[in-house]
T-cell receptor
């Protein structure tokens, strides 16, 4: 059973370009979470999705950022018109379908975005 | 505002020694507290999870404690090994409309020297 797969591992973009980060959850997991980790900072919750639904996006910036988790395929975190402040490590985590207060989130290795 | 504070920020110990990491939080309404280990360049890996009614949880050489009254937790590592060198992150989740939103501490960076 493969773990949470994120790609690419490293992504370099110029200011104004778009960044697409992909996350394939563990097999059987239908809950996906995206986090951002700025240098020297703790992880910050961005968005929580289930298949085809955004459950909580309270941590997402209001502009330029969007996330989806389609019925088929990986979850996508999309950042439009990137700026230097978007440079960070973006982590995805997944949890099993019957998630409760003790659900374990399994993290991917992250995508490190660098904006030039 | 929900916050999680960890101390110390960094710690250096000799292999074989024990150490204790601290976590204080102001998160409401409290759902659970987790400790994660994050190796450099990797994603966090769960060590322990505790809900309100649990005050201790062990996972091998790792033992976590929770005092829900004082809103403090500790992670004790026994007989440290070189592979314990990592960042240890305290995460406290609040319940909001059925979902569990985590607040992460900045982590304690542990270095174990031979």
């Amino acid at each position: 059973n493969a773990g949470v797969m994120q790609n690419p591992r490293h992504l370099v973009r110029r200011r104004g370009q778009e960044a697409r980060l992909r996350c394939s959850p563990m097999k059987g997991h239908s809950h996906v979470y995206w986090y951002r980790q700025l240098p020297e900072e703790g992880l910050k919750f961005m968005v929580y999705l289930q298949k085809e639904n955004i459950i909580d996006e309270s941590g997402m910036p209001k502009e330029r950022f969007s996330a989806e988790f389609p019925k088929e395929g990986p979850s996508i975190l999309r950042i439009q018109q990137v700026v230097r402040g978007d440079s960070a490590a973006y982590f995805c985590a997944s949890s099993p379908t019957n998630a409760g207060p003790k659900n374990i989130q399994y993290f991917g290795a992250g995508t490190r975005l660098s904006v030039l | 505002k929900n916050q999680v504070e960890q101390s110390p920020q960094s710690l250096i110990i000799l292999e074989g020694k024990n150490c204790t990491l601290q976590c204080n939080y102001t998160v409401s309404p409290f759902s659970n507290l987790r400790w994660y280990k994050q190796d450099t360049g990797r994603g966090p890996v769960s060590l322990t999870i505790m809900t309100f009614s649990e005050n201790t949880k062990s996972n091998g050489r790792y033992t976590a404690t929770l005092d829900a009254d004082t809103k403090q937790s500790s992670l004790h590592i026994t007989a440290s090994q070189l592979s314990d060198s990592a960042s240890y992150i305290c995460v406290v989740s609040a319940t909001t409309g059925g979902s569990y939103i985590p607040t992460f501490g900045r982590g304690t960076s542990l270095i174990v020297h031979p």
